[in-house]
């Protein structure tokens, strides 16, 4: 019954109508949410270390011994497998002199499509990857995304974040300090006080510190899950509503735009298809060295290879030299002959295409690497204790103002 009563406690006597209301809400949203809050804030923290994972469970084979001499070339290995007659599909080279290459290939006996890591000093095949981890991680993520409920636990979980972000918003309200002391208070735990101030101190201060990184974290998972929110924020961002962009691409008498783009890029790839016919494609070493002549760089490469869907060439090349050492990708096209179709610099694009290109990186962590997975796993493990110190304050709270 106190429990009860303290959910419609009367504003005390310097307490603003504001704060009084934010409390209120606060209090009331936590206690609807916090069960979704908890499995999404603990799931998004296990979530980002998928990669970590499935590397460290790769470590035998996507590991060599940095070796004295010089790696061969990729010329060399892709000539290989050409030679007993596989066709090769793509080839993915780490700007780390310890990892192994990984090549997609078709097999030339049995045509059935493989996946290996080759040692680029010895050009020998160590083995393929192991999936063991992908099972697990796939039932993670389907909780974080759907509580294992598909539609309605998407809904669910969707409706849930926009009360966190509120959650957030009016947890700043409640912290806000009154005076200098206040301040201090609101930015420290105080460990040698009794349990229910240090569980208090928990919950605002830590809440505090992740504030900002919480509330970045809700909104790209808002992106994904709501085309309102998606369309807010790419047109906050200087980009159009998607939903506009719909509109006139349907009504307009000519395609526009991206649509354009995107038509004019297909019919320029059949029509070289058709004039190029069976011709061979340069080779990988001279394709890297265009690719390195037209971005001034060289970083984490992934080279897709012609084939009968696509007659060009597709380099995909990671630039991290920036002061965060955010990976930011731009991406090259060169048809058979080696001349620069297409040059997509991330740099060139627009905020709101750039956002739309990192949007699922920048909701996991995975933009700046392993830093950037384990400070977003941090600040989800704080969000997963929040509604648990909230909790136990109220719970507390309330049997102590009922004595």
């Not at 060399?76 to 080279?93: D, F, K, M, S």
């Not at 200098?180 to 101030?197: F, M, N, T």
């Not at 830590?206 to 047109?235: E, H, Q």
């Not at 719909?246 to 059949?270: I, N, R, W």
């Amino acid at each position: 019954m106190n429990r009860l009563k303290s959910l419609f406690r009367p504003r005390r006597g310097a307490e603003s109508m504001f704060r009084y209301i934010s409390a209120m809400l606060h209090l009331w949203l936590g206690l609807l949410s916090s069960g979704v809050i908890l499995v999404v804030c603990l799931t998004g923290s296990i979530y980002a270390f998928k990669t970590p994972v499935a590397s460290w469970m790769n470590r035998r084979v996507a590991n060599v011994s940095s070796s004295a001499m010089s790696p061969l070339t990729p010329g060399h290995i892709v000539e290989g497998i050409q030679g007993n007659g596989g066709v090769v599909h793509a080839i993915t080279l780490p700007d780390d002199d310890t990892k192994s290459w990984i090549i997609s290939y078709a097999d030339g006996l049995t045509q059935s499509a493989r996946t290996v890591y080759v040692d680029p000093y010895t050009g020998i095949e160590l083995g393929e990857g192991s999936d063991a981890s992908a099972s697990f991680f796939s039932v993670v993520l389907s909780l974080h995304k759907t509580l294992l409920m598909n539609r309605v636990g998407k809904q669910v979980v969707g409706a849930s974040v926009l009360v966190f972000v509120a959650m957030l918003l009016t947890g700043l309200v409640l912290w806000w300090p009154r005076n200098k002391k206040a301040l201090r208070d609101g930015l420290s735990i105080k460990w040698r006080y009794p349990w229910l101030r240090v569980v208090r101190d928990l919950h605002n201060t830590l809440g505090f510190y992740s504030l900002v990184l919480l509330l970045f974290i809700a909104l790209t998972g808002l992106y994904v899950a709501y085309p309102w929110v998606k369309n807010g924020i790419i047109v906050m961002l200087g980009g159009q509503s998607v939903t506009s962009v719909s509109v006139h691409a349907s009504d307009a008498s000519e395609p526009s735009g991206d649509f354009a783009g995107l038509l004019q890029q297909m019919l320029d790839k059949q029509a070289e298809q058709t004039s190029m016919g069976n011709a061979a494609p340069i080779g990988i070493d001279s394709v890297l060295w265009l690719a390195r002549q037209q971005l001034g760089y060289s970083g984490h490469t992934v080279v897709r290879f012609p084939d009968e869907h696509d007659p060009r060439y597709t380099i995909t090349c990671i630039n991290d030299h920036n002061w965060l050492g955010v990976r930011m990708p731009d991406v090259l096209s060169l048809d058979k002959r080696g001349d620069v179709k297409s040059l997509d610099r991330f740099a060139d694009k627009p905020l709101h295409k750039q956002f739309m290109a990192l949007s699922l990186p920048l909701h996991t962590g995975e933009f700046m690497g392993l830093p950037g997975i384990i400070l977003y796993a941090l600040a989800s493990l704080i969000g997963c204790s929040l509604p648990v110190t909230g909790f136990l304050l109220w719970w507390k709270k309330a049997r102590i103002s009922g004595r």
